[in-house]
């Protein structure tokens, strides 16, 4: 599978910190926080490969927790995301550090201690590498609701064991989930009435859109923001 379009369109990390949260320590791993800290519905954003300091997933957090979520953003790569202009570490390579596997690990560490700080329902979204994840998390109660974009890796097996509430939020111009494989996706949650289930396709977007677009591109920030708002209402739907 090509994991060109992964790493296209790198976000630009700076010196300095983005976005109105903190930067916290949470079931072991370092975290972007916003939200009120009171709140007994939690978020969590699990990043692509260019990790939790991308300035639009932190942009994106905020958005998210003024709607009343608290939000966690983990370092799921320990300060070690994936960088594009390392020619001596590649995408395969760079993964054979970083698996999903790992990171689901890490996952239900972070969701038992939002559990233990007293949050009653958490919802998750993944971006592409994130969105295995997330998926995996949706496999049991660990969530409560999912969210996927862009997602890579995920698999039709993957769709079939998912019990929690699941929104699948894909490009048209993706080879990492083509749209053939998203209404195969479609037609599995179809026949799942236990599980309520979600896919919409953007049209003329590419994979990574939502949290990796222009500034300058009114399209692709138009679709993003419907994808932002069509993430939050399903949080809102099922968690709130």
């Known amino acids: 599978m090509s994991d060109t379009q992964c790493c296209e369109n790198p976000p630009t990390l700076t010196s300095t910190s983005v976005g109105i949260g ?47 979520f608290y939000v966690v953003v983990p370092d799921f790569f320990y300060g070690d995301p994936y960088v594009p202009d390392n020619p001596e570490r590649p995408i395969a390579v760079w993964r054979q550090s970083h698996g999903t596997d790992k990171g689901f690990e890490d996952a239900i560490r972070i969701v038992s201690a939002l559990r233990s700080e007293g949050v009653s329902a958490i919802g998750a979204a993944g971006f592409c590498w994130g969105a295995k994840v997330v998926v995996e998390l949706g496999k049991s109660d660990h969530i409560q609701a999912a969210v996927l974009l862009h997602p890579s890796r995920v698999t039709v097996d993957d769709i079939k064991e998912v019990k929690a509430p699941i929104a699948v ?72």
Not at 35 to 55: C, I, N, Q, R, T
Not at 181 to 203: M, N, R, T
Not at 216 to 240: G, I, N, P, Y
């Open 22 to 68: 903190c930067v916290a320590e949470i079931g072991g791993l370092k975290a972007y926080i916003t939200g009120p800290p009171d709140s007994k519905l939690a978020v969590v954003l699990v990043s692509h490969v260019f990790g939790y300091e991308a300035p639009k997933l932190r942009k994106l957090a905020d958005k998210v927790a003024s709607h009343g």
């Open 169 to 240: 939020l894909g490009a048209e111009h993706d080879k990492m989930s083509p749209p053939e494989l998203l209404k195969q996706f479609e037609e599995i949650l179809s026949a799942k009435p236990e599980v309520d289930g979600y896919v919409k396709i953007f049209a003329g977007v590419e994979h990574g859109w939502t949290v990796r677009y222009k500034d300058e591109d009114e399209v692709v920030v138009k679709s993003a923001e419907e994808a932002h708002k069509d993430m939050l209402d399903w949080f809102t739907k099922h968690l709130k």
